[in-house]
């Protein structure tokens, strides 16, 4: 039994025991979109597929999303959001700070699309085919896109030549926000990246630093929720040894396909019962919202609520389980092969996670409430080989990116939620004075970049407000330098 | 008859007219190595050939120079010169000032070389083949390796965990040193760009420019020396139009091949000469120098001596010519078809020139004493489509480096050599506190990386003192900030 979190924007990617198959997960959205009147118009821009070698000179068409209804020209500003590994018009929906704001700043808002995933695909069908198509896939090569990209637009756009560009991102797009100031300043005047672990790679924060974060969040939840999910996965490897023991899980989980063998419970459902709860860390959010899951306002409190009250720990579990997945009550059964589903954008983090997004994470079930299972490079290297015939360079994002040596940089605010397992690998503190972190104490992942609500805690609503400020401070500097 | 001047340590890229062949002059060491005692062991790192993507998992052994007798341990620092188009040994031999002043610093000497050039070929013999092969010779990929090279340095010489590495380039190897820092933040603290043309690229320097510096070389030179040079190329189409004339011209030019047409004196002859003064401007060192050609003590006011005392215009251009290419004596005649003559470091640099490195040039024989000859961009791409079966990126350079907007950076020299047709296209004015320019009255190409003389002018001795200063202040910060 293994598993290393490392997809973003929900997830983990499952290293299931012994197969050394890869099953990302990667959030579909299931609820309605929250705001459906962000309107937008939909381009595409041809891109190299390659910017920084010449052997191949094929090209793409990237998609964007384009708004210019707040854009009066004469050199307003350029909203740009770096898109992440994802359908674009989900982050579009899903990214309302950026639409809430824009007014006020008589923004131009972009949404850009990420290569290889959504509408944005290098080789169309074949994109993911093999390394010789796929191997483009990488953060550098996204940033070169995005840079190319608001060179046309500035170039194209009447009364945009002149425009400052402030880029905007959560979780990976945070990453490549952040990284956008750092490699093409001359682009962006400064970057809000939102819950970007930059610093989860390989020596720069310890491996079980996630997971501490998770069993704080339930802890909090509900006095004895972490401890009874601690407890659970004894139970369940033992109720799993037996063919009595399956039927009974099936039946109280309400699963769609019964548990036929001991590992499909110690493997898949452990493993499933753990991307639950660390979806659910991220996406505590104080309101319902359907961010991966339609869920009711603070769901851990909820989902604690549910363990906690049951007299059998395990039905406690269950119960929680299915608040997460089933919260409409329209689903009639609970998947626990939901995690090992693939989407297209699950196939693609599943690819950058094993070629250069080495981001690794361990639970040791003393610190957290999980089981033990230590970070193993070794493996890692194998599976990933295996599995996408790539072998991963664990060290290179860190000499591309600094690593933690990034004082050279400016104009980055870093944000992080604190209830957001993914902090733990963000910046906490700020390194300079305009390299700025925020922390949002009552946050779950990129709670920031959400559209404002009234349920909204005061800690994210402060954290919005300097946000705007150090953008207008960006806006002004760039304009009193003209 | 068109010229392109754009190989940089020397040297024009000849597009001659109608064929289409690009014939760039790269320098070849013709006289003795100036200091032999700089002494160095010779070893190679495994590098990727593609560091931003993951279609090719080929690997090749790059070369660097490296000297640890000065070198302490305890974090001192690495002098790194990051290799441009060529050997690099000839790069460690021509680049006296770090050798000058390693000891003072007890620094480590590392010269790198550039991929695809010397011993660094990633293909072996099939490097140059095709573009398949050719295709990662970039400047981006280059500065990757020196990036890994650098951590591989640090991890693996005692005492050099923690040790500040300062980069140093001269001429491409400036521009590489420069957008090291930018790119490369946390692999140096600070370099020092030597005469690097950053802004020689479209749109951001007139392309004319190192021309009018030329002939104000020869203005100087000698009274009227510019204007007999002015002369000389009417005078050339008008004798080059008979086959008397041209043998007359051959005899005056102690030519090696007879002038047989007229293209073989208004195209082949002309360029020939104009290379010829382009490289005495770059080369007007104030003492003997071997560089190019082994020349006497300010070359240019030599040749102009010889080309104003003469009682004929060609007479004096063909003894100007001699000095140049036979100071030695050595030479049994001059070959026209020299600048034709291609090394692989001439070749890699003009598939450079033919990709991402588009640095404009012309004439107009008006603001210079050459010939009009406008910059055309669509000939440029098309001969260079034919030359190399790549589509240059006229404008990625801009968009991956900056431009003129690069204030975001810090901790760069851009040293500048006024005498330096290169100068033009370099960074002649401070930035910021940290991005400090120093120009050098009286210095020709990167004189400032050259050993100390004792004819030294003291333009250059100041400004070699104020790069140390500034060296000693990145050490000063990094140390403190330990």
């Keep these: 039994m293994s598993h290393v979190a490392a997809c973003l924007v929900c997830l983990s990617v499952v290293l299931t025991g012994g197969t050394g198959l890869l099953t990302p997960r990667f959030p579909r959205p299931k609820g309605p979109v929250l705001r459906s009147e962000y309107s937008y118009d939909t381009k595409y821009f041809t891109q190299p597929v390659d910017h920084f070698s010449f052997a191949t000179s094929d090209t793409f068409d990237q998609r964007y999303l384009i708004n210019r ?13 770096t898109g992440n590994e994802g359908d674009i018009t989900w982050f579009g929906d899903n990214t309302g700070f950026m639409w809430d704001i ?24 074949d994109s993911y085919k093999d390394p010789r198509h796929l191997g483009y896939l990488t953060a550098e090569q996204a940033l070169a896109d995005f840079a190319r990209l608001i060179t046309h637009l500035k170039s194209s756009i009447p009364g945009a030549a002149d425009s400052p560009v402030v880029a905007f991102g959560g979780s990976y797009g945070g990453m490549l926000a952040a990284w956008f100031r750092m490699k ?15 610093w989860q790679f390989e020596g720069l924060t310890p491996c079980g630093s996630q997971y501490s974060i998770i069993t704080q969040d339930f802890q909090k939840g509900s006095p004895g929720c ?4 601690r407890k659970s996965w004894d139970l369940l490897n033992q109720i799993g040894q037996t063919a009595a023991g399956r039927e009974k899980l099936s039946s109280m989980f309400s699963l769609c396909s019964p548990l036929n063998t001991t590992k499909d419970v110690t493997v898949t459902m452990t493993q499933w019962l753990l991307n639950t709860w ?6 505590d959010y104080p309101y319902p919202a359907s ?17 906690t009250k049951s007299l059998d720990v395990l039905e406690g579990i269950a119960a929680g389980a299915t608040l997460y997945y089933n919260y409409t009550g329209q689903a009639t059964c609970l998947n626990i092969q939901e995690s090992a589903v693939s989407s297209l954008g699950d196939l693609g983090w599943s690819f950058q996670f094993c070629s250069e997004m080495t981001m690794p994470s361990c639970s040791d ?31 290179w994002i860190l000499q591309q990116f600094g690593g933690k ?15 957001d397992p993914w902090s733990a690998g963000g910046v906490t503190e700020s390194l300079s004075d305009s390299l700025v972190a925020i922390t949002i104490a009552d946050g779950a992942h990129h709670l920031d970049l959400r559209s404002s609500n009234p349920a909204d805690p005061q800690s994210v609503i402060e954290a919005r407000e300097q946000e705007v400020e150090i953008i207008r401070e960006w806006l002004q500097q760039y304009y009193s330098g003209l």
């Design 69 to 81: 209804k707040y854009f009066e020209g004469d050199g307003g500003p350029i909203f740009f959001y």
């Design 102 to 125: 824009a007014p006020k700043f008589k923004a131009m808002v972009v949404f850009a699309e990420h290569r290889y995933y959504g509408d944005s695909m290098p080789y169309g069908k």
């Design 184 to 198: 093409y300043p001359s682009s962006v005047i400064g970057s809000l990246a939102a819950s970007a672990p930059v």
């Design 226 to 229: 972490d401890t009874r999910i």
């Design 278 to 283: 660390f979806n659910l860390a991220m996406v």
């Design 291 to 307: 961010f991966l899951e339609p869920l009711p306002a603070w769901p851990i409190k909820e989902v604690c609520s549910l363990i």
């Design 365 to 395: 079930g003393v610190h957290d409430m999980f089981f033990p299972e230590p970070w193993n490079l070794t493996a890692y290297m194998a599976q990933c080989k295996s599995a996408w015939k790539v072998t991963p360079r664990p060290y």
């Design 405 to 419: 040596n990034i004082t050279a940089a400016s104009n980055i605010i870093f944000s992080n939620g604190l209830l």
